[in-house]
């Protein structure tokens, strides 16, 4: 059974950083990119960026381009999202979904259960 | 960036009707079309996947159509677990992206 756990949430103040993890198992994580996906309250979804199952390509929505970074340690069978120069714009449930191998969408559907992101002073 | 559109933002209907949702793409997008089902305080599930494939455990009543830029989910018959707010998503193009949701009642 796939599982994706995500971690890191919590309050962050605005300008400061933080830092999600996603520790996946069930599945051959090095054959698969991965993605974050953030849903602010009451917005819509918001697929934030993508990392390649070989780690060397990185994708990000404009809204977080030079701010975000995705990365993955195979070792671990986890993907992180470091965000830094947080807004109350990224103030969201951050969710880690499994992709293909050559895409980060997946027809199989796995999602976590997602990681609450408040931006707050 | 493909910008993508649903009507109407919200549907009310009674047990037993059938339900049919819209989504568009500013441009086409073939089939990388995929149909979500949120719940309140639940992950997204994928419903629909390539405009009209049923993901692992969705019931038959649950459907989905189109090509191009014009697409639609349709539910045979509404039952109360099927109230919902329900998301399309492009991942033809990056930045994959989603529509801003219908909301699905029962009347």
């Known amino acids: 059974e796939v599982q994706l756990l995500e971690s890191g949430g919590g309050l962050a103040q605005p300008g400061g950083s933080l830092r999600l993890s996603c520790a996946a198992s069930g599945f051959t994580f090095s054959f698969h990119a991965m993605s974050w996906v953030r849903q602010a309250p009451g917005m819509e979804l918001e697929w934030v960026s993508v990392i390649s199952s070989s780690g060397l390509g990185t994708y990000y929505a404009d809204s977080v381009r030079g701010r975000f970074t995705i990365s993955r340690d195979d070792s671990k069978k986890t993907v992180f999202l470091h965000m830094s120069s947080l807004g109350a714009e990224d103030t969201a449930v951050y969710y880690c979904?499994?992709?293909?191998?050559?895409?980060?969408?997946?027809?199989?559907?796995?999602w976590g259960q997602g990681t609450r992101v408040t931006v707050s002073s | 960036e493909i910008m993508m559109t649903q009507s109407p933002p919200t549907v009310s209907a009674s047990l037993g009707e059938r339900v049919t949702l819209s989504c568009r793409a500013s441009q086409s997008i073939n089939s990388d079309l995929a149909w979500f089902q949120q719940k309140p305080g639940q992950a997204p599930r994928l419903l629909i996947y390539g405009a009209f494939t049923r993901a692992t455990g969705v019931p038959a009543r649950i459907s989905g159509g189109g090509s191009g830029t014009e697409f639609t989910l349709t539910i045979s018959s509404l039952q109360s677990e099927d109230s919902a707010l329900y998301h399309c998503l492009q991942y033809h193009n990056w930045p994959f992206t989603f529509g801003p949701g219908t909301k699905a009642d029962i009347k």
């Open positions: 979904v499994k992709g293909e191998a050559s895409s980060g969408f997946s027809g199989s559907g796995d």
